[in-house]
Structure formats: structure tokens, C-alpha cells
């Protein structure tokens, strides 16, 4: 719709990197349970740091440079992007992941779409161009960031990836892991 933070903008898919690894895990874990889901959230753990604290994880996790997706409960009932800016991660984890499913329209509907939140819901759910997808952000306290962005139909569409495809919702996820000074 017409939300800047949602504003998809196109850059490459992005060097592979251990944040770009920790989405992808993400998206393919978040797949598996298929369409409709409820917004989901992922505190990222460094894996060396899991399993300096619980080594018997060994035989169940990969690499101790790559980072291992924990859920974290989400309360119910409201939008992620309202929820973001009440959330602060304590320093044992070192990024966090956000997985949502919206509508998003073309371009050219997007002068059209109503001012009033539920006009626009109506409106974005009912217009023919309408596609659904699900997005996967991806954020590290070193600032590297990563999105993929999976379209619904066709089913086997390209999953739409990079750094900066939606930077509005990666700086909000960011801002969930700056310190307090």
C-alpha cells in the first residue's frame, strides 16, 4: 500500500553474508508452514555464542560464524510496525528478523489508494493488481541488513532479495538494537 516503510525499491540479491544466510533460513523455515501466518519475530544469535553456552547443540547447528534464528513470542493483534518501535534486544543477541505477510500494489495505484487506514485495507485487498507476498527482514548490530521478499503466485516466482529492498522496515528493525546511551 501506500506505506513508505513498505516501499519496495530494487537493488541486487547482495553479497552472501552470515545476515543474508539468517534471512534466507528464516524465509525457508517460515515456507515450510506455507500462507497466512501471523507476523513472526527471530532474535539472532551468533551460533559460536549458542554453543559456547550449550555445547551439546553441537550435532544440531551449523557454522559458529553464521547466526541461529530463535522465535520470539509476538503479542496478538497488532501490526509489527507498531510493535517495532517498543521492542530493545539485550547485547547477547546480535541481530533480529521480522517475517510478515502484505499486500502490496502497483505503482500506478498508488495515488488511488484512500487516506483512511480501513478504506486503504479495502482498497489494497480488492484491486485486481493486488499481490500478496511475504517479506523476510533481516538486521545485525553491525548494520548489515538483508530482504527477501517472496511473491505468492506464481508459485514459483523468483524470491526478490537485497540489502535495501526495504529500507524503512530494516531501519526500524535496526532501531530495536541500538543501546541505550
Not at 75 to 90: A, D, N
Amino acid at each position: 500500500m501506500s506505506d513508505p516503510r513498505l516501499t519496495v525499491s530494487g537493488e541486487g540479491m547482495g553479497e552472501d553474508s552470515p545476515v543474508r544466510q539468517a534471512a534466507l533460513e528464516v524465509e525457508s523455515h517460515v515456507g515450510d508452514g506455507g500462507w497466512d501466518q501471523a507476523p513472526r519475530m527471530f532474535a539472532l544469535v551468533l551460533t559460536a555464542d549458542l554453543l559456547a553456552a550449550q555445547p551439546e547443540l553441537a550435532d544440531d547447528l551449523g557454522d559458529p560464524e553464521s547466526y541461529t534464528p530463535i522465535e520470539q513470542e509476538l503479542p496478538p493483534g497488532r501490526e509489527v510496525e507498531e510493535l517495532l518501535p517498543e521492542i530493545g534486544w539485550p547485547a547477547e543477541v546480535g541481530g533480529c528478523a521480522v517475517v510478515m505477510e502484505r499486500l502490496t500494489l502497483p505503482a500506478a495505484a498508488q495515488d488511488q489508494v484512500p487516506e483512511d487506514p480501513a478504506e486503504a485495507i479495502e482498497f489494497a485487498s480488492n484491486h485486481p493488481d493486488r499481490q500478496e507476498v511475504r517479506i523476510v527482514a533481516a538486521v545485525l548490530r553491525d548494520g548489515s541488513a538483508h530482504v527477501a521478499v517472496r511473491p505468492r503466485t506464481p508459485a514459483d516466482a523468483a524470491l526478490i532479495e537485497g540489502p535495501g529492498v526495504i529500507p524503512g522496515l530494516v531501519q526500524m528493525l535496526s532501531e530495536t538494537l541500538a543501546e541505550d546511551v
